[in-house]
């Protein structure tokens, strides 16, 4: 028996390709973004254009807005000596223009207000910022990255420590130890962090409004509030379209507080901030680059006796952010002995933040290639040494897996593949002048459901309900499948749900993040739903209306919830100039129920192909000397383009995790980048017998 945790749902279009019910707005650029809204009788609006500190620590000994205030457009010039005051600063990321200090290269010094966009670009060139710089540190290295943070994100232990691993490793027939690495990566979605800001008095208080491209309204408000000393009724967040984020707009940075301390000098007149392609480099969040020192002992059958990852990475003295890289390494893989760590060296940067699948892609990467090369040392298949190290229970909880489906992914991908046809030695398939290699990688992400989501249905009469949450479409296709979860939830139709979303507003909702927010937020839904049929009945009054949100999940506790997948790659190496192709890309996934499978090919593919861009494109290069990325834009970070990205393939097992959710599903946002990585830089060890421990993979690596 299921135990499932409320009234089952009758599916009907859930697990249906509905079209996107925003699909023609995007489509024909009716879709209005964060800077494109009219924002009414406010005024015409301001531009604002953000200038940022060339040193990476010091103080501002003086500004000169002279020349920038004379430039025709140009009206006024904010910094730390005339800004609003903010009421809470403690956040060193956002509590920007109150002092004269310097933290990092990039840091917003001042802004520039001017009537077109064009003369606040230019104005800011125009602003003089005298410094008095200080020493500082801005690289990370394997001898500075030695402070022990508290936890990591969000809320995980730093170390742990299970039997004895030494020991365990000193009686090990086989030892696997080496150093991998990952580069810095930068989210880069379509639409830059913008925002239009605007306040005005209501009954003698004042009240902000955003339009802000954000991954969740509500923790912009919550995050504002106090920062501004506002109440949080007192600020409304609006996020109708939002062009990608990928983390990177899964909080508010610095930007946002930028256009709400703007907005208060203009005498009501709405601000608008598009940050620039560059300074979403350092003002957006990034992932650190991460070190994983990996041990693992096996017996001479290749079951793991020992597991100890130790990772270094980097944080911002400004403002602490710890990448959970050790933490997919908790769960993944049994081993009675077991060790992990996170040291950070914090240093005068940039703050770093979430990027797809923070801790698990950079984690699992180092562990699926240590996995490898534990395969080749014990002469085991790769798969079948996975298979023979499958945990019972969860290795850290000790609870059961809800439904650890690794092997099956395995199994279900090598099928597919034709990995049975593989040769087991490196460099052994030539095809003209390219070495041909596979290779595969496990891949997990924990299943997650947020507490403090509300729905709200309201009958609207002749057939029609409309169904309002605070919830953010980022792309993803969340509108769409919350009017397929509202439809059946209720019993009727996609096309007789009238969903509200993105507003503040709206009975609350948490961010679009953590892929959790189909889970989140249709849970709500569902629960608002049979709530309504509970009260109102089949035959309800128009403007019979219920709020409600999803009772405490009570397989909570007695599970670990994880989704799983399996990821292969075919990669060609060229044997004179060392180019890598990959010519195919499978991820198979056990992920519970797909609500809609056109939009979840897109998460999957989409994040595979993320993974196969940080495998082989993707590099951060830092300027040792201040800190700040070299490589800020889009030609000189490469991510990959349609040419690299051949054939994709996203595969789902059949299920439906009824004890998870009500719709069955668990979450697929960012599986698909994890483990994708590894599985490229394992095929190319295959196909050249040249092992690789960094990413990304690049072609010097082969000559
Ligand atoms: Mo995702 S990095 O949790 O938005």
Redesign the pocket.
């Known amino acids: 028996m299921t135990e499932q945790q409320t009234v089952p749902l009758d599916i009907r279009s859930i697990g249906t390709p509905h079209p996107r019910v925003d699909g023609v707005e995007k489509v024909t650029g009716r879709a209005a973004y964060a800077v494109e809204h009219e924002v009414g009788d406010v005024g015409d609006p301001l531009h604002a254009w953000l200038v940022t500190s060339r040193v990476p620590k010091g103080r501002i000994a003086g500004i000169d807005a002279g020349p920038a205030l004379a430039h025709p457009g140009v009206v006024s010039v904010l910094d730390h000596t005339n800004a609003p005051h903010l009421d809470d600063t403690s956040n060193g990321e956002l509590a920007i223009l109150q002092d004269d200090r310097v933290h990092f290269h990039g840091q917003v010094v001042a802004l520039v207000l001017a009537e077109t966009s064009e003369a606040a670009r230019e104005g800011a060139a125009l602003v003089e910022v005298r410094y008095d710089e200080e020493p500082f540190e801005a690289e990370l290295r394997e001898d500075n990255a030695t402070y022990r943070p508290d936890q990591v994100n969000p809320a995980i232990e730093t170390d742990t420590d299970e039997g004895d691993v030494d020991a365990a490793l000193a009686d090990a027939a086989v030892v696997v130890e080496q150093t991998y690495r990952t580069a810095y990566e930068h989210n880069n979605p379509l639409e830059p962090h913008a925002t239009t800001a605007w306040w005005r008095d209501e009954d003698g208080e004042p009240a902000l409004s955003l339009f802000d491209s954000t991954?969740g309204v509500h923790g912009v408000v919550s995050t504002l509030a106090p920062m501004l000393g506002v109440e949080e009724d007192q600020i409304r967040v609006r996020a109708p379209y939002v062009g990608g984020?990928?983390?990177s707009k899964?909080e508010a940075h610095a930007h946002v507080l930028a256009a709400a301390l703007a907005a208060q000098v203009t005498d009501g007149r709405p601000v608008r901030l598009a940050v620039t392609r560059q300074q979403m480099f350092t003002l957006t969040g990034y992932r650190t680059a991460t070190i994983s020192h990996f041990r693992l002992g096996a017996d001479a059958d290749g079951r793991l006796t020992a597991i100890e990852h130790r990772v270094q990475e980097q944080t911002s003295a400004v403002r602490e952010f710890a990448e959970q890289t050790a933490s997919p390494t908790r769960m993944l893989y049994a081993a009675p002995n077991r060790r992990t760590s996170h040291r950070l060296a914090r240093l005068d940067v940039a703050v770093p933040s979430?990027?797809?699948?923070?801790g698990e892609m950079p984690g699992v990467f180092a562990h699926e290639v240590a996995m490898d090369e534990l395969a080749v040392a014990c002469g085991l298949d790769p798969i079948e040494l996975r298979v023979r190290n499958e945990p019972e229970t969860d290795p850290e909880t000790g609870k059961p897996f809800n439904d650890r489906r690794l092997v099956d992914c395995l199994r279900r991908g090598a099928e597919r593949f034709g990995w049975a046809d593989r040769p087991e030695a490196p460099r052994s398939t030539e095809d003209g002048e390219w070495w041909v290699g596979t290779g595969v990688a496990a891949a997990t992400y924990p299943a997650m459901v947020q507490p403090g989501n509300q729905a709200r249905v309201r009958f609207l009469g002749e057939g029609r309900y409309a169904v309002a949450i605070g919830s953010v479409d980022i792309g993803t296709g969340a509108r769409t499948v919350l009017t397929q979860i509202a439809a059946d939830a209720l019993g009727t139709g996609p096309d007789a749900i009238d969903l509200e979303i993105a507003d503040s507003l709206l009975p609350p909702a948490t961010?679009?993040?953590?892929?959790s927010g189909t889970s989140s937020w249709g849970g709500a839904i569902v629960a608002a739903a049979q709530r309504f049929r509970a009260d109102h009945g089949t035959e309800p009054s128009p403007g019979a209306e219920t709020t409600a949100s999803a009772a405490e999940n009570p397989n909570a506790e007695k599970y670990a919830f994880h989704s799983f997948g399996a990821v292969f790659a075919e990669a060609r190496v060229h044997r004179w100039t060392g180019e890598i192709r990959v010519p195919r890309l499978l991820g198979v996934y056990s992920v519970g129920r797909i609500v809609n499978p056109a939009t979840a090919r897109s998460q999957l593919v989409g994040g595979l192909v993320m993974g196969l861009s940080a495998a082989l494109f993707e590099e951060g290069v830092r300027d040792p000397r201040f800190g700040h990325p070299v490589t800020q834009d889009l030609a000189t970070y490469h991510v990959a383009a349609h040419a690299d990205a051949l054939d994709v393939q996203a595969e789902w097992l059949d299920e439906s995790d009824e004890r998870f959710t009500p719709m069955g599903s668990r979450g697929i946002?960012?599986i698909g980048i994890v483990g994708t990585a590894a599985a490229v830089a394992n095929a190319t060890y295959h196909a050249t017998g040249v092992r690789v421990r960094s990413i990304p993979v690049t072609a010097d690596r082969f000559l």
């Open positions: 991954q984020g990928f983390g899964g979430w990027m797809r699948a923070p961010v679009a993040g953590g892929s946002g960012e």
